[in-house]
Each structure stands twice: as structure tokens, then as C-alpha cells.
């Protein structure tokens, strides 16, 4: 019961199969009071009855490109729960043509929105946190912010394209992050997970190559899957992890490791 009497937001759970969701399931094994967020209409049953699961879960509507949306979120995050200790990014877009063709390619409107949605959204969500997790100064009741993010925003990942741009981003704002929160005792962490056969994932070209290429090279010889990120999750989250901010920890079997 690692998290136990912490209360957690998690933000982009889609469906069961999602990374966002192993967190969560995680999170609930550990004791930890979770909220959710879900984007319109079409997501509010498939998110409600996935919260249905985890008494005592809050389920708010929120599209993090509205700011209106994003302060309406965490006034009934303050209001049903008190306080957060933690939050949990996994929030990720770009438009399917942008994952298509060349990187060259990509519009002016798909890279703003995919930075948009990706990368500033983690900035947004941050600013509204922070005060719901206590004060300043290194004795304040403080929390933990985590942030899914992909290998290829280090590297070249053929059709990954705009994607792997915002991550870069992603994983930028997330050392920024680190240092202006520091001083309110909140830790701000990625995990870059391997490939995860999930429905956003197959929305890039020739994913199942991706999966069986990762598999054979990486040293453990298999696909990430989202529960392995949402015991790291945990870790991170947790007082196990109170030492550890500003980082970036990779969940892929070992895969970033290779040359190949």
C-alpha cells in the first residue's frame, strides 16, 4: 500500500488497454483516491465505467485544450478530494497525416497542435497542481507529477515524425518543471515506455514492425506492457522515489540501450 491516502489525477485514460489505465490500476492496488479526466461525450461512458471499478473515484470532463475546461477539472478535483498529490500526464496527438508521410511534410497547424496537446498541456495541468499540493520551501507536504513520453524523442523513429517532436518538448518541460517546483517539495518525472500495442499506437504507420523489431533487439527479449510501466509508476510516486526528479526513466526492456 505504497500510495496509500494519496490522491492521484490521472489525465488521458482512454480504454482498458491504455497505458494511462495500468497506471492506474497500479495506483489502486497501492491505496491511492484517484480522478479522471475524459475528453467529450464519446469517452465519458467508456472512462465512467472503467472508474466504476475503484470506489470513491472522481470522473470530471476536461479537454486540456481549454483552459476553462483545465480550471474547472481541478476545482472538483479540490472540492470532491482536498488535495492532489499526484498527477499523471498521458496525453498524447497529432494528426494522422502527420504520422504518414515525411517529417518535412508536416503542417504548420499539426505542429502547433501536436505541441499543443502533447507538450504545453503538461505546463497547463502543472500550473493548476501545484497549488493543491501544499506550499513552498523543502518542508511543504509537496507531490509527485509524471509524464508518459517515447524513445523517439531522442531518436529518429521513421513515421513517428511531429510526434517525436513534441515529446522532445515533453521531456524538456519536464527538467524545467523539476527545477520550479523543487522548491515546493513536488518531484516531476517521464517514463518513456517501450511500444505498447495500444489503439493510439496503432494510429502509426507500420507499428507491428515497430513491436517485432523492438522485441528481437531489446535485451529481455519482449514488448513493454503497461503494467510493468505502472509498477515504475509507483516507484516514482511514491516515497520510494522522493530522491528522484528532473528524470526520464526508461520502461523498454532495455531496447534504448542497443545500437541497433
Not at 84 to 100: R, T
Not at 147 to 168: C, E, S
Amino acid at each position: 500500500m505504497l500510495l496509500q491516502g494519496k490522491t492521484a489525477l490521472i489525465v488521458g485514460v482512454a480504454n482498458k488497454r491504455s497505458i494511462a489505465w495500468g497506471i492506474a490500476e497500479a495506483f489502486h492496488r497501492e491505496g491511492a483516491t484517484l480522478a479522471f479526466n475524459y475528453q467529450g461525450e464519446r469517452l465519458k461512458e467508456n472512462v465512467e465505467g472503467l472508474a466504476a471499478a475503484m470506489p470513491g473515484a472522481l470522473v470530471v470532463p476536461c479537454d486540456v485544450t481549454n483552459d476553462a475546461e483545465i480550471d474547472a477539472m481541478f476545482a472538483a478535483v479540490k472540492e470532491k478530494l482536498g488535495r492532489l498529490d499526484i498527477l499523471v500526464h498521458c496525453v498524447a496527438f497529432a494528426k494522422k497525416e502527420d504520422l504518414e508521410g515525411a517529417f518535412v511534410g508536416t503542417s504548420r497547424d499539426g505542429f502547433a497542435m501536436a505541441l499543443d496537446i502533447s507538450a504545453y498541456s503538461l505546463t497547463a495541468l502543472a500550473q493548476r497542481a501545484a497549488p493543491l499540493m501544499g506550499g513552498e520551501g523543502p518542508d511543504a507536504p509537496g507531490g509527485a507529477i509524471l509524464a508518459l513520453t517515447y524513445l523517439g524523442a531522442d531518436r529518429v523513429v521513421p513515421k513517428y515524425n511531429v510526434m517525436g517532436v513534441a515529446k522532445a518538448a515533453l521531456e524538456s518541460s519536464i527538467r524545467y518543471l523539476a527545477w520550479d517546483l523543487g522548491q515546493r517539495n513536488i518531484r516531476v518525472n517521464g517514463i518513456s515506455a517501450g511500444p505498447i500495442n495500444t489503439l493510439a499506437a496503432r494510429g502509426i504507420a507500420g507499428f507491428t514492425s515497430i513491436l517485432q523489431h523492438v522485441r528481437e533487439k531489446s535485451p529481455l527479449k519482449r514488448n513493454t506492457e503497461p503494467a510493468e510501466v505502472g509498477d515504475a509508476a509507483v516507484f516514482l510516486c511514491s516515497d520510494l522515489g522522493r530522491g528522484v526528479t528532473g528524470e526520464v526513466l526508461y520502461v523498454d526492456n532495455g531496447y534504448h540501450i542497443m545500437g541497433t
